[in-house]
Nanobody
Framework: QVHLVESGGGLVQPGGSLRLSCAASGISGTIFSLYAMGWYRQAHGKERELVAVIRSPGVTNYADSVKGRFTISRDNVKNTVYLQMNGLKPEDTAVYYC???????????WGQGTQVTVSS
């Protein structure tokens, strides 16, 4: 059973940076590499939205609102996906969730979420 655990959230001032990590357990690195890994976020009172997704071998997609500021990456040896967030804005405030999807295996897994607050 795949288990995802996020870390790295916190309080940061506008213009600051944070790096989120999502560690996957319960699967080998080979299987992890077959998952499309994504970061989603949900602000208070709003629907969950896609922030960024990375597939192997490293194809990435970003929401327009974060292009040029956020970078998603993965380490298939450490079974970890990262979200480097630069130039943070108050509107980036949300709970950030890690997602792992492997459609062919019918797998869609969510982490518990980590709070990111951008405020002065």
């Amino acid at each position: 059973q795949v288990h995802l655990v996020e870390s790295g959230g916190g309080l940061v001032q506008p213009g600051g940076s944070l790096r989120l990590s999502c560690a996957a357990s319960g699967i080998s690195g080979t299987i992890f590499s077959l998952y499309a890994m994504g970061w989603y976020r949900q602000a208070h009172g709003k629907e969950r939205e896609l922030v960024a997704v990375i597939r192997s071998p490293g194809v990435t997609n970003y929401a327009d609102s974060v292009k040029g500021r956020f970078t998603i990456s993965r380490d298939n040896v450490k079974n970890t996906v990262y979200l480097q967030m630069n130039g943070l804005k108050p509107e980036d405030t949300a709970v950030y969730y890690c997602n792992g999807e492997r459609i062919i295996a019918g797998q869609n897994v969510w982490g518990q979420g980590t709070q990111v607050t951008v405020s002065s």
